[in-house]
C-alpha cells in the first residue's frame, strides 16, 4: 500500500450576495422569523443571483481552494463535483469546471443522488484515489438549492440556501491529514429524504411540477433520528479508526442541517458545544456545499490550529452518511 500522506492541501468557499431573510419569507408563506428561529436555528441563507448557476458557484469556490494550496489548475488530476442541482442534466457540472478553470484533460465526474452526504463520500472517493497514484483531486461540494426547490412549501422552502465549497485533496507534507473515513448507506430508507419526480419513476409533468420545481419528501422525525444515529456512530467508528477518542477531537465540523441536530450529535458524541462549529443561521443547509463552506469559514475564523483534530460529518438521502477526521 502507499504510505505517501494524503490529506487537505487548501480550502475554499463561495456564497452568493443575495441574502434571503425570515421576514422575507414572511411575506411569500405562512411563516415567521420566531418559527424558523425556533425549529430551525436559521436567521437567513443566501440566494444565487438570476445570473449565476451551479458551475459559477464551483468555480469561484475552486479557485480560492487552488489559491490557498498554492497551486494552478494545470496541477489538478482529477475533479469530482458533489451536487443535487446539477449546472443541466448532461453533461456533468464537473465537465462545466474543468473547462473554466482552465484544467487540463483531465477525469472529471458528478457524483449526485447522495443529497447533503455528497461532499464527505467525494473525499472519501478522492483520498483513495490520492493514495492510488499520488494525483491532486479537487473536490467540491456545491448547490443553487434555491432554483429548484418548491418555493411555497413552508415545511422544506426555508431551510435550504445556495453556495459552494472545495478542497485539494492530495500527497504533501504540509497537509492537513486525512486520518480516516467512514461512509455507509441504508438503501432500506430511500423513502424518508429525497426528491422523487425527475426520474424515470416519476418524470418530470405539468401536474408533478407545474412551475419547474422540485418538492422534497422529508419525514422530519425519522430523518432526525436517522441523522443523529448515524452521524454519530459513523463519527465514533472513523474516531476508532484513526486510533483517537471522541477526547481527541479539537472540533467538530457537522453537516449544517439545523441547529436541533447539529446539537443532538454533539450531544450524542459527549462533545462540549463550544468545540461544535455552527454557521446554519446564516446560511442555511447548502447540501453538498454545507461541509466544505463551515470547514473553511472555521479555518479562515482561526477556530482551527495547526496540530487540531477536526471531525467531518454529515448525512444525507439514500440514506448515506460520512464522516471524515482530519488533523491540520
Not at 483531465?106 to 472519501?124: E, H, K, N, R
Not at 467512514?182 to 411540477?209: C, H, K, Q, Y
Amino acid at each position: 500500500m502507499n504510505d505517501t500522506r494524503i490529506g487537505l492541501l487548501g480550502l475554499g468557499a463561495y456564497v452568493p450576495e443575495k441574502v434571503m431573510t425570515n421576514a422575507e419569507w414572511s411575506r411569500l408563506v405562512d411563516t415567521s422569523d420566531e418559527w424558523i428561529v425556533a425549529r430551525t436555528g436559521i436567521h437567513r441563507r443566501r440566494f444565487a443571483a438570476e445570473d449565476e448557476n451551479t458551475a459559477d458557484l464551483a468555480v469561484h469556490a475552486a479557485r480560492a481552494a487552488l489559491d490557498d494550496a498554492g497551486l494552478e489548475p494545470e496541477a489538478l488530476d482529477e475533479i469530482i463535483v458533489a451536487t443535487d442541482t446539477p449546472e443541466v442534466y448532461s453533461p456533468d457540472t464537473a465537465s462545466f469546471v474543468q473547462h473554466r478553470l482552465g484544467a487540463r484533460q483531465i477525469p472529471t465526474y458528478d457524483l449526485g443522488g447522495s443529497g447533503c452526504a455528497g461532499f464527505l463520500q467525494a473525499v472519501d472517493v478522492a483520498r483513495s484515489r490520492a493514495r492510488e497514484a499520488d494525483r491532486h483531486i479537487l473536490v467540491i461540494g456545491v448547490e443553487v438549492l434555491s432554483r429548484l426547490m418548491n418555493l411555497t412549501d413552508r415545511s422544506t422552502c426555508v431551510l435550504f440556501g445556495d453556495g459552494a465549497g472545495a478542497v485539494i485533496v492530495g500527497p504533501g507534507d504540509h497537509a492537513a491529514e486525512i486520518l480516516a473515513s467512514v461512509t455507509g448507506t441504508d438503501g432500506s430508507r430511500t423513502d424518508i429524504l429525497g426528491i422523487e419526480a425527475g426520474g424515470t419513476r416519476t418524470p418530470f409533468s405539468a401536474e408533478n411540477s407545474p412551475d419547474g420545481r422540485m418538492d422534497v419528501t422529508m419525514h422530519g422525525q425519522t430523518v432526525f433520528k436517522q441523522a443523529v444515529r448515524h452521524m454519530s456512530a459513523a463519527s465514533l467508528k472513523a474516531l476508532e479508526r484513526a486510533g483517537l477518542s471522541r477526547d481527541d477531537v479539537d472540533l467538530v465540523v457537522p453537516h449544517q442541517a439545523n441547529l436541533r441536530i447539529i446539537n443532538a450529535v454533539g450531544k450524542a458524541l459527549r462533545v462540549p458545544l463550544e468545540k461544535v462549529f455552527v454557521n446554519v443561521q446564516e446560511y442555511g443547509n447548502t447540501g453538498s456545499a454545507s461541509v466544505p463552506l463551515a470547514l473553511a469559514q472555521a479555518h479562515e475564523q482561526g477556530r482551527i490550529q495547526d496540530g487540531d483534530v477536526v471531525l467531518l460529518t454529515s448525512f444525507g438521502a439514500g440514506f448515506h452518511w460520512g464522516s471524515v477526521v482530519v488533523r491540520f
